[in-house]
Each structure stands twice: as structure tokens, then as C-alpha cells.
């Protein structure tokens, strides 16, 4: 788009009805950029920590897990000596794991909404975040603690209780 015409011409008009006073401009959409280029960067900021916050929580999910399942080996064969699937074994792992992955989704999503309530109401055109989000990050939460849990305890539950046993 050519700009630089229209500008022109009224500079030109402003200078013949109003020499006294020096023309200045500015164009909207740069004053939108400028005013709101330290959200986007926040908005960066805040991705790559939250990103950097959910790997380490994965890994220490994963971790708690792995050290779960290496300390219930010798329960897990017993149990499957005596006749129990490997379902079973998985959801007695789970059932751990879930009520504490519960808490803290409950803590963030109290915290999420508090604070995003109050970083919204900061701006002109207010707007909320609909409850469809937290229940979406919920059950995706819920998705990656069960993989990760999963993996640990299908292991667990696959080995051979020979080896689990054998040495009591």
C-alpha cells in the first residue's frame, strides 16, 4: 500500500492551514505493536517455561514411577503368580498415581485461572477463558501421567516373576 501519498497531501494541507504548529503522525497499527510488543514477549517467556516446567515434571513423573515399580517387583510377581493380569497390575500402579496427578491439576488450574483472571482484566477488550480449557489440560495431563506411568509399569508387569522371586 502506498502510504506515502496520502501523507504528502496532508502534510501539504496542514502546512497551508496551520504553518505554525509542525505536522506530526503516527500510524495506529504501529501504536497497537508498541503497546502491546511486551505481551508477546511475556507470551514467549511464558511458553518456554511452561514447556521447560512440563518437561521436568514428566521426568520426575517418569522417575517416581521407574522407582515404583522397581520397589513393588516382588509384589508385582507374587501377584502374578497367583493369577493377576496385567491390567490389574497396571491400575494397582495407577491408582497411585492418580489422586497426586489430580491435586496438582487442581492447584494449577486454581492458579491458572486466578491468574490469568487477573492478566486479562488488564486489557481494554476483556475476555475469559472458558472452563473447556482447564478440562482439556486436564484430561491431556492425565493422558501423558498414564504413558509415562504405563511404559514403567507394563515393564513391571510383563517380567517374569521367577526373577521377581526368587531370591525370598
Same mark, same amino acid.
Given at each position: 500500500? &502506498?502510504? %506515502?501519498?496520502? +501523507?504528502? #497531501?496532508?502534510?501539504? /494541507?496542514?502546512?497551508? =492551514? &496551520?504553518?505554525?504548529?509542525?505536522?506530526?503522525? $503516527?500510524?495506529?497499527?504501529? &501504536?497497537?505493536?508498541?503497546?502491546?510488543?511486551?505481551?508477546?514477549?511475556?507470551?514467549?517467556?511464558?511458553?518456554? =517455561?511452561?514447556?521447560?516446567?512440563?518437561? +521436568?515434571?514428566?521426568?520426575?513423573?517418569?522417575?517416581?514411577?521407574?522407582?515404583?515399580?522397581?520397589?513393588?517387583? /516382588?509384589?508385582?510377581?507374587?501377584?502374578? @503368580?497367583?493369577?493377576?493380569?496385567?491390567? *490389574?497390575?497396571?491400575?494397582?500402579? =495407577?491408582?497411585? $498415581?492418580?489422586?497426586? +496427578? #489430580?491435586?496438582? =491439576?487442581?492447584?494449577?488450574? @486454581?492458579? *491458572?485461572?486466578?491468574?490469568?483472571? !487477573?492478566?486479562?482484566?488488564?486489557?481494554? !477488550?476483556?475476555?475469559? +477463558?472458558?472452563?473447556? @480449557?482447564?478440562?482439556?489440560?486436564?484430561? $491431556?495431563?492425565?493422558?501423558? *501421567? #498414564?504413558?509415562? @506411568?504405563?511404559?514403567?509399569?507394563?515393564?513391571?508387569?510383563?517380567? &517374569?516373576?521367577?526373577?521377581?522371586? %526368587?531370591?525370598?
Amino acid at each position: 500500500k &502506498n502510504k %506515502k501519498k496520502p +501523507i504528502a #497531501f496532508i502534510e501539504n /494541507k496542514w502546512e497551508e =492551514f &496551520n504553518a505554525s504548529r509542525p505536522f506530526e503522525y $503516527f500510524m495506529l497499527d504501529d &501504536n497497537f505493536y508498541q503497546n502491546y510488543s511486551g505481551q508477546e514477549k511475556l507470551g514467549v517467556i511464558f511458553r518456554i =517455561f511452561s514447556l521447560l516446567t512440563i518437561l +521436568i515434571a514428566l521426568l520426575g513423573l517418569m522417575g517416581l514411577s521407574s522407582y515404583v515399580a522397581e520397589q513393588r517387583t /516382588k509384589e508385582i510377581g507374587i501377584r502374578k @503368580v497367583l493369577g493377576s493380569s496385567v491390567g *490389574a497390575i497396571l491400575y494397582m500402579l =495407577f491408582r497411585q $498415581f492418580i489422586y497426586l +496427578i #489430580f491435586i496438582a =491439576f487442581v492447584l494449577a488450574a @486454581v492458579g *491458572a485461572w486466578v491468574g490469568l483472571d !487477573y492478566w486479562l482484566s488488564n486489557f481494554a !477488550y476483556q475476555t475469559k +477463558i472458558g472452563w473447556e @480449557v482447564y478440562i482439556y489440560s486436564g484430561i $491431556f495431563a492425565m493422558l501423558l *501421567a #498414564f504413558i509415562i @506411568v504405563a511404559i514403567h509399569s507394563w515393564r513391571a508387569a510383563n517380567s &517374569n516373576p521367577v526373577d521377581a522371586i %526368587k531370591y525370598e
